[in-house]
């Protein structure tokens, strides 16, 4: 392939740019740093992040509805990858803020952590625009080696190093799976550029080829964003993991991977012939959200600890998430939009609640249990409230940006030809009425038990801030939705 | 039973080397058209140019190649899977590796077999043997038997899940038998296909993105690896760990 | 018969590119030490490396190299990596069984 380089393509790669530069220059800076106090450096973290998130958000203004493609089609910028890299810079931002206290607090602090942070984030802004077998791949390893490495910075944590251990060994299984399938797909088609291989996909010589290779990528992809039955890492990841870390796993991480889908499912595999009958691949991936959404609520109702609690909730919020991958593939014109309104909601859900975990916990208690949580709402009112907006958001109740995230993914599922989709919306609806029991365990524990013990919050600026700005995001999303769904496209 | 499969390799590669050099007619590509090729298109390039590539081959000698090369390749991996010294694991592992960098030679990626044989055999496998010594505990547990039914069900699943993958590979059909042939030997010129330059010249041109964007994901690998794996300060091992048990 | 042994074609190195994969995920399932789980990783990476490199071949269409390049570096950084974590863990326990890894269950 042929291409000549145009520098005026660098612009609209400018977040991406702002965010490897940032992480590089963090990483400098760790160099010249001595003693144990690292917390100067989130000022430079949480600077960088929010100049990518202002300049992805110039460009979207900028753009309109072109679609540009970018050094040799190996990118492509257009509205939804800016929506995307906004959000993930915010969400770097906002886990760079929670970091500092944590760390003093548990005594893990480590100048490096932040440069990986960065770095890792310019890999799901690569995501955001890939358009490329490449480049997909490539961004998925430069997020995940980036967050294996953040979850085992808790050095002298066994927990923290056993949960890297496992999160590392499945991601490389599912690396594998990934590039088999890659390159199966890359058989079928001739090109590795996504555009073109729709076209060519759909007159292979090959079927076999692409139905093996997208099988293959459900399973990987299904590593990644944790769906059942791929699922056994993520809880014992995010437990074990420095709670700033778990929200930036379950909350970016798992942002990007499906924003990787909605590129490859959507894009490559998407049109009118491989999606569906019973060897497509929506067929496999239907059953799989199904299954996802039951038992990642079914085993949340029994956890006691909150972090594998709300684990095993964002393990049901992805089989959501891959309800709209499903729509998107069959055809509903809005499931694109669908699906990154509810990666705002949920990102944002789930940086509060960690946050809030992360602030109730002190130094040699991290207050996991649900039990540990009961008076929270005498003690700490402020606190309490935030985690209710946000557990109500979780579980899809009306006032907040979870009720809107649902209803917009289910609506473009109802919106598939034949109303095929129409049991997994029921499956969904009468899911988020199971999960509103357990999301009330904690509510009423914070409000309605007497604290056995007096709580030793973490204070800080940052933490503070994160618990404070979530959830009246949540709740701007969920009151007024009309600036949001302009914003994604729907 | 080493012996035997030294003898059996042994034998195999003399009746390569003798078949390779008895004189035959026709030079043959390492992939002819398998499925639907023109013979008489494949004769005439072979006339014209024979390989100037140093992967000169006859038909047999080349087959024999092949087969030795897989043998290896997948010999080696099984090593992997059996072997419950980590070392001999590891030496297993780079015999495979050399298996595939020969294999690669044959698929006409010289740049890419020299890389293999450069980055894998060469400085990945140190890497895992400098581990094993740090480790220092070259003998592995047995391998845990787990769950029997288990384990035949998804024997089992497995073995149709390849057969299907299997039959569904052979099958393969190229997507224009005739071309798909000249391009890499037509001219000489056809011969800088996958050389250094040809990858490089397409590195360049549109893996340029991908080539520079690398170098971030190198700089997490490493500055990722010193901060996990360098030793911990004197008096703090462990200490400020949270207790086990804690919680549940 | 004659013909598979003598007359190698695409379908032989897919076919040993599918035995090597399965090798790889058979290494990852069945094995505790964590250093062979990731063998049996890189054994996965490579026989994905070596079915792109057939279909390269097979489409005389060279992208397919860049990828495999890129493929090559992505796992030499991820078993730099692994192995760091291999050790970290080893430090604190002792031992890389993955079996034994119970710290963390419900």
Request: aromatic share 10%; glycine share 10%.
């Amino acid at each position: 392939m042929n291409f000549s380089f145009n520098p005026a393509d660098l612009g609209y790669l400018i977040p991406y740019l702002i965010m490897a530069v940032a992480g590089m220059l963090l990483v400098l800076a760790e160099a010249f740093y001595r003693g144990q106090d690292r917390s100067s450096l989130v000022g430079l973290t949480v600077a960088g992040s929010l100049a990518a998130a202002v300049a992805s958000v110039v460009l979207y203004r900028q753009i309109g509805d072109a679609r540009v493609p970018l050094l040799g089609v190996m990118l492509i910028a257009a509205r939804t990858s800016y929506v995307l890299s906004a959000l993930f810079s915010v969400v770097t931002a906002l886990a760079a803020l929670m970091s500092p206290a944590h760390q003093k607090e548990h005594d893990w602090q480590i100048g490096e952590y932040y440069g990986v942070m960065l770095l890792s984030a310019s890999g799901m802004i690569m995501l955001a625009h890939a358009a490329n077998l490449v480049t997909i791949f490539l961004g998925i390893e430069t997020m995940s080696i980036g967050v294996y490495v953040m979850c085992a910075m808790r050095r002298r944590s066994r927990r923290g190093n056993e949960a890297a251990m496992k999160y590392f060994l499945i991601g490389a299984f599912a690396t594998g799976f990934l590039m088999y399938g890659m390159a199966l797909l890359y058989g079928a088609a001739g090109t590795s550029s996504l555009v073109e291989m729709q076209k060519a996909l759909a007159t292979t010589n090959n079927p076999g080829l692409v139905i093996a290779g997208a099988f293959l990528l459900v399973v990987a992809f299904g590593f990644k964003v944790a769906a059942v039955p791929f699922h056994m890492w993520a809880p014992d990841a995010y437990e074990g993991a420095p709670t700033p870390v778990t929200a930036f796993m379950a909350a970016a991480v798992k942002a990007a991977a499906v924003a990787a889908m909605i590129r490859m499912f959507g894009l490559a595999l998407g049109g009118d012939v491989l999606p569906f009958g019973s060897l497509g691949w929506a067929s496999p991936m239907v059953v799989i959200a199904a299954v996802t959404i039951t038992i990642g609520n079914i085993s949340a109702v029994r956890q006691d600890n909150i972090k594998r609690m709300l684990a095993y909730s964002s393990i049901s919020h992805a089989g959501v998430l891959l309800v709209g991958v499903c729509a998107l593939g069959l055809g509903a014109a809005s499931a694109n939009g669908a699906i990154v309104y509810y990666l705002i909601a949920y990102s944002m859900t789930t940086m509060g609640a960690f946050a809030i975990v992360a602030y109730v916990g002190s130094k040699g208690r991290e207050r996991l249990l649900v039990d540990d949580w009961a008076g929270l709402g005498a003690q700490h009112p402020g606190a309490a409230l935030a985690m209710t907006v946000l557990l109500l958001s979780f579980g899809g109740v009306p006032p907040t940006g979870g009720f809107f995230a649902k209803f917009y993914v289910f609506k473009s599922a109802m919106e598939v030809y034949d109303g095929q989709l129409i049991w997994l919306v029921l499956v969904g609806v009468v899911n988020s009425a199971i999960s509103i029991y357990y999301y009330l365990r904690i509510v009423t524990a914070m409000y309605f038990r007497e604290a056995n013990q007096p709580f030793a919050p973490t204070r800080s600026g940052g933490l503070l801030f994160v618990i404070a700005i979530c959830p009246i995001i949540v709740l701007e999303m969920g009151i007024m939705p009309g600036f949001w769904v302009k914003l994604v496209g729907g | 039973m080493m012996r035997l499969l030294i003898l059996i390799t042994s034998a195999f590669l003399a009746w390569g080397a003798v078949d390779a050099m008895a004189p035959q007619a026709a030079y043959a590509d390492p992939i002819p058209a398998q499925q639907g090729g023109n013979p008489r298109a494949r004769v005439n390039i072979v006339k014209k140019s024979p390989h100037l590539d140093r992967v000169e081959s006859r038909d047999k000698g080349m087959a024999l190649l092949f087969w030795l090369f897989a043998a290896m390749t997948v010999g080696g991996a099984l090593f992997v899977v059996t072997r419950r010294n980590l070392i001999a694991a590891v030496m297993g592992m780079v015999g495979s590796f050399l298996g595939i960098s020969a294999i690669y030679m044959m698929l006409y990626a010289h740049f890419l077999s020299v890389v293999q044989m450069l980055v894998y055999a060469g400085a990945i496998m140190v890497l895992f043997v400098f581990v094993v010594m740090i480790l220092n505990r070259p003998e592995d547990e047995p391998v845990a038997p787990s769950g029997r039914a288990g384990q035949v069900i998804g024997g089992l699943a497995i073995l149709y899940l390849v057969g299907r993958l299997v039959m569904l590979l052979w099958k393969v059909q190229p997507p224009d038998p005739i071309k798909a042939l000249a391009a890499p030997v037509a001219t000489p010129e056809g011969h800088e296909w996958g050389t250094v330059k040809a990858v490089g010249t397409d590195l360049f041109n549109g893996g340029l993105f991908p080539f520079e964007a690398i170098s971030i994901l190198l700089l997490v690998a490493v500055v990722g690896a010193i901060a996990i794996a360098r030793p911990l300060h004197a008096g703090q091992d462990n200490e400020g760990d949270i207790p086990e048990g804690e919680g549940h | 018969m004659g013909n598979i042994l003598f007359n190698v074609g695409y379908g032989h190195f897919l076919v040993l590119a599918a035995v090597l994969f399965l090798i790889g995920v058979g290494a990852v399932l069945v094995r505790r030490n964590a250093l062979i789980i990731l063998m049996g990783v890189e054994l996965m990476l490579n026989a994905a490396n070596m079915t792109l490199l057939t279909f390269s071949r097979m489409w005389g269409d060279l992208s397919g190299h860049t990828f495999a390049l890129i493929v090559i570096a992505v796992a030499a950084a991820e078993a730099s990596v692994g192995l760091a974590i291999v050790v970290a863990v080893f430090r604190g326990r002792r031992n890389v069984d993955v079996d034994k890894l119970t710290t963390l269950r419900h």
